[in-house]
């Protein structure tokens, strides 16, 4: 977003800086606790799973007790209640300083469960189609709020938990990706469906307020081809949206299904509008 500042020579020097100027929308779905190998380990390309000759994963972990837990297909797309959990303590018991061996141990068998193509088709279409970022790791290991305070700031600022007391928190002393946002002049807006994830900070309520708006006016903005330079869409929290447990993760993959092919149409529509061309050059999903 900082490429504004630097000089046409260096950009002509810069191929790859170059190609960033060409971007003009980012658009975020950030959703909610799962890992690569959760959704697409079974993806058949990227750092997924393992296979022996019978195309089952390998992957395993002890319980308690000693006893190998194999990762297994998920029975239901209906999520248990509050597990596997990913608090600070049980996501440390399952990093176990690198060795990953302590899934079972912190939430018991359930995490070492996944999904496949069969229950996410729609993720699992798009992994096919675009890049993955299988070597993608949440900022911190812990719960919600720290992971989306790195989103916005960079640091979790010393939260470590989904304390609902630091809601409104100040910002911390270098600020906000917002900020640059705006002291660069680049458009930005934060489309909720109930709680807009902004709202963690207090400076964006006060001074940015006009910017939090319902997730209707994304749909309308993209329709008219109005989206601004980032756009963050929150799904809804207080629904099966996000896809937290215990969530239907396929209310939650529906949800990104809209906002891809809200944005997906708008790039279709200023291309030219080729209904043959299903892959726009200008759309890339991360």
Known sequence: MARARRAPAAAAAD?????????????VV???NHSFDNYLGMLGRGDGFALDHNGRATAANRDDQGNLVRAFRMPSTCQLMRAPGQNWNASHIQYDNGRNDGFVRASGPVAMGYWTKEDLPFYYGLARTFPVCDRWFGSCLGQTY???????????HGLVSTDVSKILAPSPPNGLILD???????SWRNYF???????LYKSVVDNDGDKLVNIDQFYADAAAGALPGLSLVDPGFDTEESEENDANIQIGESFVSRVVNAVMHVIRAESGGDATR????GVSLL
Not at 15 to 22: E, F, G, H, I, M
Not at 193 to 199: A, E, H, I, V
């Open 15 to 27: 191929p790859t800086l170059a190609n960033l100027r060409k971007i003009d929308h980012i658009v």
């Open 30 to 32: 950030m959703m909610e």
């Open 146 to 156: 720290p992971n989306r305070r790195f989103l916005l700031a960079g640091t979790a």
């Open 180 to 186: 640059q946002l705006n002291a660069h002049g680049v």
């Open 193 to 199: 469906t109930d709680l807009p994830q902004t709202g």
């Open 278 to 281: 299903f892959r726009p050059r």
